[in-house]
């Protein structure tokens, strides 16, 4: 049960940052909020998962920050939604450019979170074994 109310709340939280970060992120031209959402959702969840690896946390930490914060705070369905409006105004560069932020980012951002996350925490443990 706690780690539904983990994802539930964490879900809320991200939800509301996701809605915040969109009024005060606003471009007639770039969905550049989503982009910026995206990205750094997935550089988190990077860091979480790398994280998580080395600290054997509650059940209900990953499934607040990862399930519950990321999932709201990141949208696959309003990149797809802008992608497809951005294709309907005949703004070809723009989608392809936006398409190809959105995934080579986003997926370089999730990598370096889960490498910065595994360097530092697995650098820790190995020197608190060594005392």
């Known amino acids: 049960m706690k780690?539904?109310?983990?994802?539930?709340?964490?879900?809320?939280?991200?939800t509301l940052c996701r809605y915040e970060l969109s009024q005060s992120v606003s471009s007639q031209s770039f969905p550049y909020a989503t982009l910026i959402e995206n990205v750094t959702g997935s550089l988190l969840l990077g860091f979480a998962t790398g994280y998580f690896m080395f600290r054997k946390e509650k059940k209900y930490l990953p499934a607040l920050i990862g399930t519950g914060f990321c999932g709201g705070f990141t949208t696959m369905s309003t990149f797809?939604?802008?992608t497809v409006l951005l294709l309907q105004a005949g703004q070809f560069t723009s989608?392809?450019?936006?398409i190809l932020?959105?995934?080579i980012a986003g997926v370089a951002a999730a990598l370096c979170g889960l490498i910065i996350a595994?360097?530092?925490f697995h650098q820790n443990k190995q020197q608190k074994g060594s005392r």
């Open 3 to 14: 780690a539904y109310l983990a994802v539930f709340i964490g879900g809320l939280i991200g």
């Open 80 to 82: 797809s939604k802008e």
């Open 95 to 98: 989608s392809m450019l936006y």
């Open 101 to 103: 932020l959105s995934v």
């Open 118 to 120: 595994q360097r530092f």
